[in-house]
T-cell receptor
Framework: DAGVIQSPRHEVTEMGQEVTLRCKPI?????LFWYRQTMMRGLELLIY????????DSGMPEDRFSAKMPNASFSTLKIQPSEPRDSAVYFC???????????FGSGTRLTVV | QKEVEQNSGPLSVPEGAIASLNCTYS??????FFWYRQYSGKSPELIMS????GDKEDGRFTAQLNKASQYVSLLIRDSQPSDSATYLC????????????FGKGTKLSVKP
């Protein structure tokens, strides 16, 4: 099993640019989560999907953030326009419906300059 | 407000000692808890889960849950330098369709 696959691993972009982060969950997992991690705030849940349907997006900081899950094997998190305060590590995680623990991807380290 | 609180540390223990990591949670609605280990620059890795009051042992790791006190702990016996990492406590809310709320983590350093 390849695990949860995220791309890119690192992204450096200029303020105002659009950023798209990608995630492929583990095959057969029916829940997908997007988290953001910073030193100050720790791991924060942004949004999660069950069976490709968004369940809770209350953690999405503002309208600049959007997420989609068009099918069971792919999800995107988009930031438009990006700002320096969006700099963080963004993790995607997936879960088998029968288990409560997640498997995390390797993360995307985003730097907005 | 669902919160999971951890002492940020750093917690420093000598090699071979027992490391004790603690966590409290605010919402009695959570029924299951998890400990993740995160090495610097890496992603969190699940190491223990606990659903019932009492102790659960797995190798050198023991998770303890006390729902009355809303308290979760992780004991690491015979600590090794390779155990040096940040340990994240998480509580599940919403059952199998819910999500995990994470504490900010405790940084553990095991000195040779």
């Amino acid at each position: 099993d390849a695990g949860v696959i995220q791309s890119p691993r690192h992204e450096v972009t200029e303020m105002g640019q659009e950023v798209t982060l990608r995630c492929k969950p583990i095959s057969g997992h029916n829940s997908l989560f997007w988290y953001r991690q910073t030193m100050m705030r720790g791991l924060e849940l942004l949004i999660y999907f069950n069976n490709n349907v968004p369940i809770d997006d209350s953690g999405m900081p503002e309208d600049r953030f959007s997420a989609k899950m068009p099918n069971a094997s792919f999800s995107t998190l988009k930031i438009q326009p990006s700002e320096p305060r969006d700099s963080a590590v963004y993790f995607c995680a997936s879960r088998d419906g029968t288990a409560y623990g997640y498997t995390f991807g390797s993360g995307t380290r985003l730097t907005v300059v | 407000q669902k919160e999971v609180e951890q002492n940020s540390g750093p917690l420093s223990v000598p090699e071979g000692a027992i490391a004790s990591l603690n966590c409290t949670y605010s919402d009695r609605g959570s029924q299951s808890f998890f400990w993740y280990r995160q090495y610097s620059g890496k992603s969190p890795e699940l190491i223990m889960s606990i659903y019932s009051n009492g102790d659960k042992e797995d190798g050198r790791f023991t998770a303890q849950l006390n729902k009355a006190s809303q308290y979760v702990s992780l004991l690491i016996r015979d600590s090794q330098p390779s155990d040096s990492a940040t340990y994240l406590c998480a509580g599940n809310y919403g059952g199998s369709q819910g999500n995990l709320i994470f504490g900010k983590g405790t940084k553990l350093s095991v000195k040779p």
